[in-house]
Nanobody
Framework: QVQLQESGPGLVKPSQTLSLTCTVSGVSITASTYGWTWIRQPPGKGLEWIGVIVYDASPFYSPSLKSRTSISRDTSKNQISLQLASVTPEDTAVYYC??????????????WGKGTQVTVSS
């Protein structure tokens, strides 16, 4: 059974770096055909794609967040990490870790973590 669990501080001060971890169980994060995605949802707004790290550890980022974002992995712990630098209150959101898969029909997202609330405030 695949499970994803986000963890990290719920409160971050402006200008600091937001750091979150996604612990994956039930599947190896190095398995081919899967990528591991971070998505967020600000209060009252829709989902926003942050970036993805694919099976060979290559990261891809949203152009709007690329300059502040880093996604990495720890294969020994089967974890994915997100770092978002120089945060502002506009980065306040629920952050989700999501599995991206590919098959003959294209791409999809099939497993989601429960999400973790991050508030940026002094």
């Amino acid at each position: 059974q695949v499970q994803l669990q986000e963890s990290g501080p719920g409160l971050v001060k402006p200008s600091q770096t937001l750091s979150l971890t996604c612990t994956v169980s039930g599947v190896s994060i190095t398995a081919s055909t899967y990528g591991w995605t971070w998505i967020r949802q600000p209060p009252g707004k829709g989902l926003e794609w942050i970036g993805v790290i694919v099976y060979d550890a290559s990261p891809f980022y949203s152009p709007s967040l690329k300059s502040r974002t880093s996604i990495s992995r720890d294969t020994s712990k089967n974890q994915i990490s997100l770092q978002l630098a120089s945060v502002t209150p506009e980065d306040t959101a629920v952050y989700y870790c999501v599995r991206l898969y590919s098959d003959t029909y294209g791409y999809g997202m099939d497993y989601w973590g429960k999400g973790t609330q991050v508030t940026v405030s002094s």
